[in-house]
């Protein structure tokens, strides 16, 4: 069992910067893959970073590339997003996932735990 906890939500401004962090326990998160997906209210779940096991690759959803960074620290158990320039559109809530081992990354499908989410409000 994989517990994921999730933190580092709040209420910013348009530009501003936050840094997510998915904090593993349970089980070494290093020997997953792992996303972050958000969800805004009346919508679905939707993708926005991946990271391989032990860091070899990265993905981003195209409305996030060039604005977030995933990353891990191994030895903290911890996988994070940095998201930098935030926008009103930014706005939902956060989720972290330990990718189940399918091909594909950014589907809600393929991840077999998840955390109970943080909250990003961006205003204008």
């Known amino acids: 069992q994989v517990q994921l906890v999730e933190s580092g939500g709040g209420l910013v401004q348009a530009g501003d910067s936050l840094r997510l962090t998915c904090q593993g326990s349970?089980?070494?998160?290093?020997?997953?893959?792992m996303g972050w997906f958000r969800q805004a209210p009346g919508k679905g779940r939707t993708f926005v970073a991946f990271?391989?096991?032990?860091?070899?690759?990265?993905h981003y959803a195209d409305s996030v590339k060039g604005r977030f960074t995933i990353s891990r620290d191994t030895a903290k158990n911890t996988v994070f997003l940095q998201m930098n320039n935030l926008k009103p559109d930014d706005t939902a809530v956060y989720y972290c996932?330990?990718?189940?081992?399918?091909?594909?990354?950014?589907?809600?499908?393929?991840?077999?735990?998840w955390g109970q989410g943080t909250q990003v409000t961006v205003s204008s």
């Open positions: 990271i391989s096991s032990m860091s070899r690759s990265t």
């Open positions: 349970g089980r070494p998160i290093a020997n997953y893959a």
């Open positions: 996932a330990l990718h189940g081992g399918a091909t594909y990354y950014d589907s809600v499908a393929n991840y077999d735990y």
